[in-house]
């Protein structure tokens, strides 16, 4: 059974009609996440983003959401200002409302993205008053990358909201990239008290080799670029992401299913099979069989694609150069 038949069967059902999936982006400029537009037709989209010089796209009203809302505003946890000041940088998607931490960013070769390039006093909206302005109470896919305040913005939602999401996607860092930032131990920390676990942890970092130095060693813009790629970099920040465990008594067939389908879209068929199980344990419902008949098939299968030959390519060659096979 294909997939797209899978998707329309579980969009079709009434639990989801009646509580369509609700999806929160906060720090929209680059793009939207691209696996969203499987599920864009019956699910509701809100957006922040507060840098307009990358947010023009955002406010098209084509959107291929079944509802979108969009904020050009500074999304805050808690606030009793009507305005705060906002950082835009020389690179865009460096804006923050925090404040870069130029001092700890000198050690990097990239430094120059975070030099402050003009500060606006913008309009802020506290992300809790957004939700009980459109009348939500609940979130599916907690998606942010705010630059330095990942962790406070999901701690701003009620303890409902935050153990009931099924998805959740945060970016926090490992140096100083901003003063006073939520930092990847925060996030480890407190999500550890949370039935999720992680998913996905991808190490991003740039060179430990200050601006001044990597400029004079790479001289023209296209070595610059080279220069950037080619070499191991310090871990600077993360991008992880969570999923629930789906432990919990109040769990329903609608949060199996959608559960189902977003560790799916990730290709992550050993979780979606999990959830399958979990689901025919709780309700014998013939698309929850047909769900896990379908990861079952893509976990036996996955030797025949080709990254999954690729990987079995690089086992064999492990094994005849170092005798050894990794254990995972």
């Known amino acids: 059974m294909r997939l797209s038949t899978?998707?329309?069967?579980?969009?079709?059902?009434e639990e989801i009609q009646l509580k369509p999936p609700v999806l929160i982006d906060i720090g929209a400029s680059e793009k939207l996440n691209s696996i969203w537009e499987v599920i864009a037709p019956f699910s509701i989209?809100?957006?922040?983003?507060?840098?307009?010089?990358?947010?023009?796209?955002?406010?098209?009203?084509d959107s291929v959401f079944k509802k979108q809302y969009v904020f050009n505003k500074i999304v805050v946890a808690s606030t009793d200002k009507k305005t705060q000041p906002f950082y835009l940088t020389q690179n865009p998607y460096c804006s923050s409302l925090l404040k870069p931490d130029m001092e700890s960013l000198k050690q990097f070769h990239y430094s120059g993205l975070f030099e402050i390039k003009e500060v606006l006093e913008m309009e802020v909206i506290e992300l809790k008053s957004v939700l009980a302005q459109l009348n939500m109470n609940y979130v599916d896919w907690f998606k942010t990358d705010s630059q330095g305040t990942d962790?406070?913005?999901?701690?701003?939602?009620s303890q409902e909201i935050q153990d009931n999401a099924l998805v959740l996607e945060f970016e926090p860092g490992f140096m100083d990239a901003y003063i006073g930032e939520d930092k990847i131990v925060d996030v480890l920390n407190y999500m550890e008290k949370k039935h999720f676990f992680l998913t996905n942890f991808t190490v991003k970092g740039a060179l430990r080799l200050g601006k001044k130095a990597f400029d004079n060693i790479f001289k023209t813009a296209k070595m610059k670029k080279v220069g950037s790629h080619i070499h191991d970099k310090a871990p600077g920040w993360v991008e992880m992401m969570y999923m629930n465990k789906l432990d919990m008594e109040?769990?329903?067939?609608r949060e199996f299913m959608l559960s189902w389908l977003f560790a799916t879209l990730h290709n992550h068929h050993d979780i979606a099979f999990v959830y399958a199980e979990k689901a025919l344990v709780k309700k014998d419902d013939v698309l929850f069989k047909d769900l896990k008949k379908y990861s079952e098939n893509k976990l036996k299968n996955k030797i025949f694609t080709l990254k999954g030959f690729g990987r079995l390519l690089n086992i064999i060659i492990q094994k005849y150069t170092t005798g050894t096979i990794p254990q995972y």
């Open 6 to 13: 899978l998707v329309k069967r579980i969009a079709s059902r």
């Open 45 to 61: 989209c809100i957006a922040f983003d507060a840098d307009k010089r990358e947010f023009d796209y955002i406010e098209k009203s």
């Open 151 to 157: 962790l406070r913005l999901f701690r701003s939602l």
């Open 250 to 253: 109040t769990i329903t067939a």
